[in-house]
């Protein structure tokens, strides 16, 4: 964002006085403005984004786990039970 020192001075070398002058700087002054609320925009919505895209990466990463200690639960059961055959015969 450009200072009102500079914009002035910008508008003078354009040949801008009094009322001209004043609407520049105030019309420079407003774009800056829309431009910084425009890149806010934009990182707030590349933060959500990322934000969905980490709840999704947690949620796979934990079905996962789940599926893994079902794998261990079912392989240990079937153990036992082997065992518990091999006890009755």
Same mark, same amino acid.
């Given at each position: 964002?450009? @200072?009102v020192q500079t914009l002035?001075?910008?508008g003078e070398q354009m040949g801008l006085k009094g009322t001209?002058?004043?609407d520049f700087?105030?019309?420079q002054q407003?774009?800056?403005t829309k431009e910084r609320s425009r890149l806010r925009e934009e990182q707030d919505k590349q933060r959500e984004h990322d934000k969905i895209q980490q709840d999704k990466l947690g949620?796979?990463?934990l079905a996962l786990i789940e599926r893994e200690m079902e794998k261990?639960? @079912?392989?240990c059961q079937r153990e036992k039970?082997?065992?518990d055959l091999e006890f009755e015969v």
């Open positions: 964002m450009a @200072s002035k001075d910008l001209e002058l004043r700087i105030k019309e407003d774009l800056d949620k796979f990463r261990e639960q @079912s392989e039970d082997e065992k």
